[in-house]
């Protein structure tokens, strides 16, 4: 077994060291399945250094302090350092916090440090607002406003100091099984050094293994490891398929006379139509910060919709332009996909010789507008079970069944049962108007208390929604009026998302069927279906501009394009949203995981619409040293 300090000198090898190959090696494609990796055995393997992963790296190693048995946890991380893939504009209910670090609030660095003072909605037309009732389960009261990414950075700061070995900037591309292939073994680590044609270049290295007793699946929503056990396994098969939103975001520093430290606000109707679901939210952070963003549901059906650009068009609200006039800054923008399918959607959580935690499983609270508790304690659930496994010496594959049973006991799933014909409600008969009758009679007089359940007995998923473009008109956006709306290409610059360009692409146009062969034919009948039926619908969808069909000038695509088009993938531009996996109409793209430490860079080192770059971004392990060095410098800059 290797002890941490190998493992780091393994892998910060594998992202510094050059390698002097042989020009015959530099220009060949390469084997990769019979390439000799270094393989390390450990107890848990949690892939994602998120809230969900980190609390289930801290219960262990609590529990491993009450009993004295010794339990070895690695969490790996995509993100160039902890919490640097980690977006939301989060107000967090503290009830799991409160469980896992009781004294929380005598840690003199905790980032909870603007309480919730007020909440309310508002409902929007094209140029007024007005004040509506809002479920009692969106009230805020004893609740924080923080940057999540400060949060989970914090998280790992104390993951760390318990022993946990934190390996950012290192994907998991794939799960390792056991020898009959009924069980998963661990996690093996992206291959670093490959060019974009599959040949090895001079910093080759292959991805080592963690071959572990029990993984622990905490990605977020859509993970690619995710996906892949939840198909072998078969975990959907008796729950709904799970249902999406995409979130798009900015973070403001606003004129004094505007900021009103605590407010919290959710928005109902424009700018998007009745047949539309989705809402805002403007959140008053610390420091004179602003969260403001929109979420749109991706079973939106008209194909012309693009989420950036309705963001846009929301702040030329009167509501939205006064408070952001004056000396006022975006500092700061970024895109994910959350789960909203609610309990009907979470699948089977275990599986042989291992879970899902979090949002891997998808237990956003819709109404509420929060998951991060809930993600933490289920968490702390699988960290407990496969505690009590691991003690127990049982034979392989681990049994993580009292997970599932623990959720299903604990007031997670309350949480959940509650709410959960909310967001159904909206995709019934009862449609957009009936959908927000419904969900205020439940949750204000009936609160889940109903002998029915809403169901998705037809299995439609969000890109089956999706409507033929010849059904709508183009919507007319609005030109960006700068500072207070501006292009995509300007948001994104905010993101600080570089991937390296010389790597294979980690935007696949395949389907599941196709296992991991790409075709022209299969390229050229996206190509054709997507801009004949569906107008192109990726190329205003995608919140970062990563898609684009455009003119075959010169006819070099081949079978690769259609009718004098073709697809352009900026895969360099990805923000890691996920929304392309779940919504293009013909479900063949697969996002997979880059190279170790792409991608974007989400924190509040924000100065002038610029990131603050830190050590950690080129070297995951000087991650600690960067956090504080971070910290003094904003502080000095401030």
């Not at 289930?56 to 009993?67: G, T």
């Not at 109903?450 to 929604?465: E, I, K, Q």
């Not at 009948?525 to 569906?534: A, D, F, G, I, P």
């Amino acid at each position: 077994m290797l002890r941490a300090a190998s493992v780091r000198r393994i892998l910060a090898r594998a992202q510094t060291r050059a390698i002097q190959s042989s020009a015959r090696r530099r220009n060949e494609n390469i084997g990769l399945s019979s390439v000799e990796r270094v393989s390390d055995e450990v107890d848990v393997c949690i892939v994602g250094g998120g809230p969900a992963g980190l609390s289930a790296a801290i219960r262990l190693k609590q529990l491993e302090q009450e009993s004295g048995k010794e339990v070895r946890v690695v969490v790996i991380e995509k993100g160039s350092e902890i919490g640097s893939h980690i977006l939301s504009g989060a107000v967090i209910e503290p009830r799991a916090l409160n469980e896992l670090i009781p004294d929380w609030r005598d840690t003199y660095d905790h980032p909870l440090i603007q309480p919730a003072s007020s909440s309310s909605m508002r409902f929007f037309t094209s140029r007024y607002s007005f004040p509506i009732p809002h479920p009692p389960q969106m009230g805020n009261k004893g609740n924080y406003i923080i940057s999540l990414s400060e949060f989970t950075s914090w998280l790992g700061e104390i993951a760390e100091e318990l022993g946990v070995e934190l390996y950012p900037g290192f994907a998991g591309s794939s799960l390792l099984y056991s020898e009959d292939g009924h069980a998963v073994a661990g996690v093996r680590l992206n291959d670093v050094g490959i060019d974009r044609k599959g040949r090895p270049k001079d910093n080759f290295e292959p991805g080592m293994e963690f071959r572990a007793k029990v993984t622990l699946l905490a990605e977020g929503a859509r993970g690619s490891l995710t996906k892949a056990a939840v198909r072998r396994f078969n975990l959907q098969k008796d729950s709904d398929p799970q249902t999406y939103g995409i979130g798009v975001k900015e973070v403001w520093r606003v004129d004094p006379g505007q900021y009103r430290p605590g407010e919290v606000i959710h928005t109902l109707g424009w700018p998007l139509d009745m047949h539309t679901y989705g809402g805002g939210w403007v959140y008053h952070m610390d420091d004179g910060l602003i969260s403001l963003g929109l979420v749109v549901g991706l079973d939106y059906a008209n194909p012309y919709l693009s989420p950036y650009r309705e963001l846009q068009r929301m702040k030329h609200h009167p509501y939205f332009s006064k408070l952001l006039s004056g000396d006022s800054t975006r500092i700061a923008y970024g895109a994910r996909t959350l789960n909203e399918g609610g309990l009907q959607s979470v699948p089977k959580l275990h599986f042989p010789g291992g879970a899902l935690i979090g949002c891997s499983a998808g237990f956003v609270n819709i109404a509420k507008i929060k998951g991060t508790h809930n993600a933490m304690k289920t968490g702390m659930l699988a960290a407990e079970a496969a505690f009590d496994v691991l003690s127990a010496d049982s034979s392989s594959p681990i049994d993580m069944s009292a997970y599932d049973q623990a959720f299903r006991e604990s007031w997670v799933y309350s949480d959940l049962y509650e709410v959960r014909n909310l967001r159904p409600s909206f995709n019934t008969p009862l449609g957009i108007l009936g959908g927000i009758v419904y969900s205020g009679i439940d949750s204000l007089l009936l609160k889940g208390r109903t002998p029915w359940t809403f169901r998705n007995s037809s299995r439609v998923t969000d890109a089956a929604h999706t409507r033929r473009a010849s059904q709508y008109t183009p919507i007319e956006y609005p030109p960006p009026q700068p500072p207070l709306s501006t292009d995509l290409m300007t948001a994104l610059a905010l993101t600080g998302t570089n991937h390296a360009e010389d790597q294979p692409a980690h935007l696949r146009v395949r389907t599941e069927e196709d296992g991991l062969v790409e075709s022209s034919e299969r390229r050229g009948e996206h190509v054709r279906v997507n801009v004949q039926e569906y107008a192109g619908l990726l190329g205003r969808a995608c919140p970062a501009g990563v898609y684009e069909y455009v003119d075959d000038e010169d006819g070099s695509s081949g079978k690769e394009g259609w009718e004098g088009k073709k697809l352009v993938i900026n895969a360099q531009n990805c923000i890691h949203c996920k929304l392309c996996d779940v919504k293009v109409p013909t479900q063949d793209i697969q996002w997979t995981v880059p190279e170790g430490g792409g991608g974007p860079k989400y924190t509040r080192g924000f100065v002038m619409g610029q990131p603050v770059w830190t050590c950690a971004h080129a070297v995951p392990f000087c991650g600690r040293v960067a956090r504080l060095g971070t910290r003094v410098a904003n502080a000095a800059i401030r």
